[in-house]
């Protein structure tokens, strides 16, 4: 059995910053994918801390991939927002970079998955700020992504609601009172695995 390659691509959502390697979410999927019986690879993340998405496509460009994916996950924006960068920037440089993770997936639209951006205007971390302007922020980007996924007809997980959540469970924020835990990434992956199964069959 040739194990499937799965290519995950994003920010410090998709390395799991301030929780443990086997708790981000592309490797909890991974995980799961195996205990359905699928011989899996590590997963190759392709993300930093902090990058918009102009920053993953220079990240992108210098792995110097040039290999194809069974899977593939797509998931940034936040810094975009955070940046304060225009939504139509965005519009542009996410469909540039959904035409890459379509190709690194063979050309197959079914076999990339776009995640939707996380609000972190509920945690700790934004207590001094205007929750409310993150949230709508957060939501027109998402808003945005959800859209040319669907032109592109890729599949599409709302992740959002969960996040959401740690409003009222501390839970699920990692230690610096900003990231998710290890817990709600786990909730993410467990989203995420039907359609990871429906792009394998």
């Known amino acids: ?49 902090g990058w918009t998405t102009g920053e993953l496509e220079a990240g992108i460009a210098a792995a110097h991939i040039h290999k194809t994916y069974d899977i593939v996950t797509l998931l940034i924006g936040v810094n975009n927002q955070y940046r304060g960068r225009p939504v139509e920037e965005y519009a542009a440089e996410f469909t540039a970079l959904l035409q890459k993770a379509i190709a690194f997936a063979g050309n197959n639209p079914a076999h990339v998955v776009v995640l939707s951006i996380p609000d972190w205007g509920v945690t700790p971390f934004a207590a001094d700020r205007n929750r409310e302007q993150i949230s709508r922020e957060i939501d027109a980007y998402n808003a945005v992504n959800k859209t040319i996924a669907g032109e592109w007809l890729v599949p599409y997980l709302d992740i959002t609601h969960f996040t959401r959540e740690a409003a009222q469970d501390p839970e699920l924020v990692a230690a610096d009172g900003l990231h998710p835990s290890g817990k709600d990434y786990s909730r993410w992956a467990a989203a995420l695995l039907p359609l990871l199964l429906q792009a394998l069959r």
């Open 1 to 49: 059995m040739i194990p499937v390659t799965y290519l995950a691509l994003g920010d410090s959502y998709t390395i799991g910053e301030q929780v443990a390697y086997s708790e981000c979410f592309p490797v909890q999927a991974a995980a799961l994918l195996r205990e359905q019986g699928i011989a899996v690879e590590i997963p190759q993340i392709i993300a930093t801390t």
